[in-house]
DNA sequence: GCCAACGTTGGC
DNA sequence: GCCAACGTTGGC
């Protein structure tokens, strides 16, 4: 089991969003960052856990999610218009991938980023690092656990 | 709105 | 292969 931590900027795509989707699953489309994909594309597997983070405005850990399906093309990178459009990407070589993602939980309160700084247990997360920009990061599971703990 | 940090691109 | 310039991310 593999535990991750996604982030998506709400007026893109929000926890809700994901939760209203048919069985609360949807992909993970648009990451175009190669160490995000290698996470996608080699390491998650189906009912990994997933922490939901939104970024932006009020930065923070807002539910859980489980990996629903493992990496596959992205083919947004193949659709002419599309922001994520990418002309190197072919069939037999799609270069980006993407996941599904199920919607879990959402937390009853926010966990901001402000706060999370404050536990000294996650002092050496990976989202914490100073210039951190991953969107897709693995958290450990004891991350994990302390997060859920401090939502409740 | 600003800016620090990072990844990518392209000239050399 | 280096590095300057640029675009983007994302916190503040």
Redesign the pocket.
């Known amino acids: 089991m593999n535990y991750w931590l996604m982030?998506s900027?709400p007026n893109e795509f929000s926890i809700d969003d994901l939760k209203n989707r048919p069985a609360g699953t949807d992909c993970w489309d648009g990451v175009?960052?190669?160490?995000a994909r290698n996470f996608m594309r080699d390491e998650m597997r189906v009912k990994d856990r997933v922490l939901f983070y939104h970024?932006?405005?009020n930065?923070a850990v807002v539910g859980t999610a489980r990996i629903a399906k493992a990496g596959y093309p992205d083919h947004t990178a193949r659709e002419r218009g599309s922001k994520h459009f990418d002309t190197r990407s072919t069939p037999e070589n799609p270069i980006w991938f993407m996941v599904d993602v199920k919607f879990e939980k959402k937390f009853s309160r926010a966990v901001s980023?402000?706060e999370l700084?404050k536990i000294s247990a996650l002092r050496e997360m990976t989202l914490l690092r100073?210039?951190?920009?991953?969107?897709v990061m693995p958290v450990t599971r004891e991350e994990f656990d302390t997060i859920l703990s401090l939502a409740k």
């Not at 175009?32 to 160490?35: A, L, S």
């Open positions: 982030k900027e175009r960052n190669y160490q970024s932006g405005k930065p980023l402000a700084r100073k210039g951190n920009r991953l969107s």
